[in-house]
């Protein structure tokens, strides 16, 4: 088999409440959000589209880059790796002081939420984002 090797994009991103928002995906899953980075496009640039169609929240404030790992696409419903594709993922820290309610734009990622940070790694899907969010805890 060959594994399709990717670059994707995205972030931690922080509200007033010092809670963290974590998205869903095709409604299986949960994963800080972050996808594709397209042709042109700043890991940056990819990052804030990103987290804008998966969340709605468009007002964030760039603080810095994080770690870049590389993980295996979550499988078909949700469930283990695609070994098809690996993902090579660039992380950013954002804060917001957006209050509004959380309103996906992409209809593969139905629902966003705020989510206390000791309780955020228990809450994410795939093993490899759990270990990323527990290295960078200590940080935020």
């Known amino acids: 088999m060959n594994t ?27 994963s800080l959000p972050k996808g594709h980075t397209e042709e042109k496009e700043s890991a940056l640039e990819a990052a804030k589209r990103e987290i804008y169609e998966e969340s709605g929240v468009k007002e964030l404030i760039f603080i810095k880059p994080l770690l870049t790992y590389s993980r295996f696409k979550i499988g078909l419903g949700g469930q ?3 070994k098809s594709e690996i993902k090579e993922i660039e992380m950013f ?19 966003a939420r705020w989510v206390p940070k000791e309780k ?11 270990q990323f969010f527990q290295k960078i805890i200590a940080d935020l």
């Open 93 to 111: 820290l954002f804060n917001t002081d957006y209050e509004g309610e959380l309103k996906p734009i992409d209809p593969a990622n139905p629902e």
């Open 120 to 130: 955020v790694a228990d809450l994410l899907t795939s093993p490899t984002d759990k």
């Open 80 to 82: 283990g790796e695609d």
């Open 4 to 30: 399709k090797k990717t670059k994707s994009a995205g972030g931690v991103v922080i509200n007033k409440e010092g809670k963290i928002l974590v998205v869903n995906q095709n409604g299986n899953s949960w």
